[in-house]
């Protein structure tokens, strides 16, 4: 006999619910949402208590399915911040259906009495933060470009800002005195200008002679002082740092370049808004041994017309050449418009005080004209070989 296939559907199903001690399952889903408003929400969010047993985490506004036994259930919010009220009883009564869904909902007002203080701070020499005092108790810390919120009582409050450095001093009041209102948040700002504390020296060091690019020694007062970049002829390096006063400025001989020019005078100021920068010049005679060095042979091709008393400038960048922020290259020589000029100079990397150039320009152009300078052959820039020649052709085009 063959037994009809819906008969198999029940049975299957008398049998697997009669084995089941408990029976089919009767749970049902709880569909719990949060929605927080307000100027000051609380960051971690809420944790759902059901039946007095942490439940499930909720965040500030989002929604989390809970499984639950059907039946009655009491669901309580916790972990609310001070500044948060909860709109519906603090104990919702809730009734979760049998294989169904039940939605409940929290609304969360997060209204605080705060004051949003804000603090920008500008000047060459900007250190260390601020402390806020709130009616002259200590309140929270500010970066010199920082905001932060900090909850206050309601009322007339005294707001300052305190522990600046010696070279800063606020814009306007230090202190503010206004009204927080509950809910409410008075924003207030302040701004901070400081001024330089040490100014800059500039030593500009002209060269005659052969090409070197070395380091020399610079001292303040006979003090021998240093910097990041080297200070090398030719060429303009700047050495920062350097306190307020009267200076005598020495450049030391390199072991190739002697210096012509004795101690100058620096009179480095500070306290303005912007850093002093003092510049003195030098001048350096360099030579090479003999059969240590090579040949730079720059030429200028100009078509078209230019005044007749024109005279180019050519300048470089080279390894180790540091500006400070006046934009100018190194003086390498001066050469006529149609002309060519040989000029000694050291091997790259000849006892470290050779050159390795990173580009050429060409200077005093007339603005209506062209100027096609060389290309370095590879990404280190141009190399010159002991006893070589470098050749650096410029093409200047300028209308007849």
Known sequence: MRTHPIVLLVLAFLIAACGDNNGPSTDGTLLVSTSTAGSDPDPDGYVLAVDKADNASLKPTGTVAVGLPSGHHALRLLGVAPQCSVAADTVLEVDVPSRDTVSVGFDISCWASAALISVTTSGPDISGGYLVLVDGAQGPHLQPDDTVLTRVEPGSRTIALTNLASNCMTVGPASRTVTVEDPGVVPIEFAVACTAVTGVVGIRINASGAAVYEPHGVSLNGSPRFNGAPFSAPGVSYLDGVPPGHYLVSLADSPHCSVETGPQPATVTAGGPDRDTVDVDFSVTCSLPPDSSGTLRISTVTTGSVPPSTRYAVRYAAAGYWDYG?????????????????????????????????????????????????????????????????????????PP
């Open 326 to 398: 006046f934009g100018d290259l190194a003086f390498l020589s001066s050469i006529e418009p149609n002309g060519t000029l040989s000029i000694e100079a050291a091997p790259s990397g000849f006892n470290g005080a050779g050159i390795y150039w990173y580009g050429f320009e060409l200077d005093g152009v007339p603005s209506n004209c062209r100027v096609h300078s060389p290309s370095a052959p590879d990404p280190m820039g141009f190399t010159l070989a002991t006893g070589g020649t470098l050749d650096l052709a410029f093409a200047v085009t300028c």
